[in-house]
């Protein structure tokens, strides 16, 4: 029995300890948010937080994970910058199909968490394993820099 820290919670899975973290969070622990893009870590839509650093889920190990502070898409928002940054980017509506948008945020927070200020240089560096085939690179790091300052604008509704 593997026991893990996941959003604030212990969770216990019966699972080979070589089995990939995302299939973990997805399969045994039912939780969609992350998600599986390619499966050999290089286009960031399953990116999670290990204590507190972006990684790709789909090539670690669970056992890599044990002892460790797991934070997925479920649990980000509940810190103060998670939720600055998801409401960055509903506000600049980065999101179009919407896929990578997970791994995107996560990395996101990840960035913003060890550099509160980012340059372009850092942002685009961050950010730079996350793809997005619809092209929302601009939308991204102006959501990360609004993130940052905490101006965040919000869109109109019609009333």
Same mark, same amino acid.
């Given at each position: 029995?593997?026991?893990?820290?996941?959003?604030?919670?212990?969770?216990?899975?019966?699972?080979?300890?070589?089995?990939?973290?995302?299939?973990?969070?997805?399969?045994?622990?039912?939780?969609?948010?992350?998600?599986? &893009?390619?499966?050999? #870590? @290089? +286009? /960031?839509? %399953?990116?999670?937080?290990?204590?507190?650093? !972006?990684?790709?889920?789909?090539?670690?190990?669970?056992?890599?994970?044990?002892?460790?502070?797991?934070?997925?898409?479920?649990?980000?928002?509940?810190?103060?910058?998670?939720?600055?940054?998801?409401?960055?980017?509903? &506000?600049?509506?980065? #999101? @179009? +199909? /919407?896929? %990578?948008?997970?791994?995107?945020?996560?990395? !996101?927070?990840?960035?913003?968490?060890?550099?509160?200020?980012?340059?372009?240089?850092?942002?685009?560096?961050?950010?730079?394993?996350?793809?997005?085939?619809?092209?929302?690179?601009?939308?991204?790091?102006?959501?990360?820099?609004?993130?940052?300052?905490?101006?965040?604008?919000?869109?109109?509704?019609?009333?």
């Amino acid at each position: 029995m593997i026991v893990l820290s996941i959003n604030g919670q212990d969770s216990q899975v019966d699972v080979p300890d070589d089995m990939p973290l995302l299939w973990v969070l997805r399969d045994v622990l039912g939780m969609n948010g992350t998600k599986f &893009g390619c499966g050999i #870590a @290089q +286009c /960031g839509a %399953c990116t999670v937080h290990l204590d507190e650093q !972006a990684v790709r889920s789909c090539v670690l190990p669970v056992a890599g994970a044990v002892g460790k502070k797991i934070t997925t898409i479920e649990g980000v928002g509940g810190t103060d910058l998670g939720q600055r940054v998801q409401k960055a980017w509903l &506000g600049i509506e980065v #999101a @179009q +199909c /919407g896929y %990578c948008q997970t791994g995107q945020i996560m990395a !996101a927070t990840a960035l913003l968490a060890q550099k509160p200020s980012p340059t372009d240089a850092d942002i685009d560096s961050a950010m730079s394993g996350n793809l997005c085939r619809c092209g929302t690179y601009v939308r991204i790091r102006a959501a990360i820099k609004q993130a940052a300052t905490g101006q965040i604008t919000l869109p109109q509704t019609i009333a």
